[in-house]
């Protein structure tokens, strides 16, 4: 399972087309859109408006479902967030796995400095340990996020991250 699992995530940072050479081009494609649109910045779908979790997000944000069989037991999506969205603090009682595939991001635990998240890297959240994830001020920012033991993983949906605290982690 570990292999398969291991697999799957390579797989995924190979897929999202996230080399070197065109890191100054996506860094510009990135940038807030004036139009509303959102812009292309992996090779992921960006899905629909995320309006089932959107009183749990400081802004606008995107889902797209990318597993559909359930037997398989590996819920994947692709979460897209404008910038400087970004959701409240939570945590899964399963845990949950993250891989940056486009954008700039952060990820911070509860009374830890926040990690910049740049495509590729890869967050692996314990089950029970509050945090938070979200785009940088400036830039748009894509993950996939994977659930963890999801026969029982289950969300708990805490208070905002304020613009305070995400000032201070993003600096």
């Known amino acids: 399972m570990k292999k398969n699992l291991l697999a799957l995530l390579i797989l995924a940072v190979i897929l999202s087309g996230c080399n070197n050479s065109n890191q100054e081009k996506k860094t510009e494609d990135m940038k807030a859109t004036t139009n509303g649109e959102v812009p292309k910045i992996s090779d992921f779908p960006v899905g629909e408006p995320n309006t089932a979790y959107a009183q749990y997000f400081s802004g606008r944000s995107w889902l797209a479902p990318l597993t559909k ?20 603090w939570h945590s899964h009682t399963g845990g949950q796995l993250l891989v940056a595939v486009g954008g700039v991001g952060y990820y911070q635990e509860r009374g830890k400095a926040a990690v910049r998240m740049m495509p590729g890297d890869v967050i692996e ?10 785009a940088a001020p400036d830039s748009w920012f894509s993950h996939l996020v994977i659930a963890c033991n999801p026969q ?16 201070e982690a993003v600096k």
């Not at 959240?125 to 979200?134: F, K, L, R, V, Y």
């Open 69 to 88: 069989m359930s037997e398989l037991n590996v819920p994947m999506s692709n979460v897209t967030f404008e910038p400087g969205c970004r959701n409240n």
């Open 152 to 167: 029982t993983n289950e969300n708990t949906w805490l208070e905002p991250v304020t613009d305070e605290q995400y000032s």
């Open 125 to 134: 959240i314990a089950p029970n340990i509050e945090h938070w994830h979200g």
